[in-house]
């Protein structure tokens, strides 16, 4: 052991004095000289080293990375199946909410047509029963307006015969003949009426 640091002093002893790497490099790198004890007990300590290193990984560290992943896992797994629910659940709610809205216009619908169906009828009902009171009030009319003319025919018959009379008794000095003279204003009368 005491060789090779005495050899690696002189080796950069040398280089230093000559101010060359010269000497260092034709022995090639120090770290790769297995031939150096040195350099061996370093291999073989990193080599054990890096055992222990790899057995406290595979024994301890890599099952607390495990441990992380699958904790990370079942959460995602969950939070997929929370997200999954959540969807199904607001599909069916968006689901009886369309429904509840095609119920909701369905009936508004029925409503609006028994309310126009209603009106309809009442309205009918109502037509009825001016056009029954108009027909009654035009055929009492009616009535009134045949008495009406009988009345005014009669006393126009009458107003008739006295003027005829008074114009006869006038003209002629004599008073006419009551039936004959009610049969010409009788034939004057329906005369007028055929015209």
Sequence with gaps: MGRAPARLIAALAVAGLLGTPAVAMAQGMPQLNFSNPLTLSQVWWGAIIFIVFLLLCWLWGLPQVSSVLEQRAAS?????????????AADRSVAEMTQAVARARAEAQASINAALDAAKQQAAAQAAELNARLETELHEAE?????????????????????????????????????????????????????
């Design 143 to 195: 009535e009134r307006i045949q008495t009406a003319r009988q009345e005014a025919a009669r006393a126009l018959r009458e107003v008739a015969t006295e003027t005829a009379a008074t114009v006869i008794a006038r003209l002629t000095g004599t008073p006419p003949e009551p039936s004959r003279l009610e049969r010409a204003v009788g034939t004057a009368l329906a005369v007028r009426r055929a015209g």
């Design 76 to 88: 995602i797994a969950t939070d997929l199946e929370t997200a999954r629910t959540a969807k199904e």
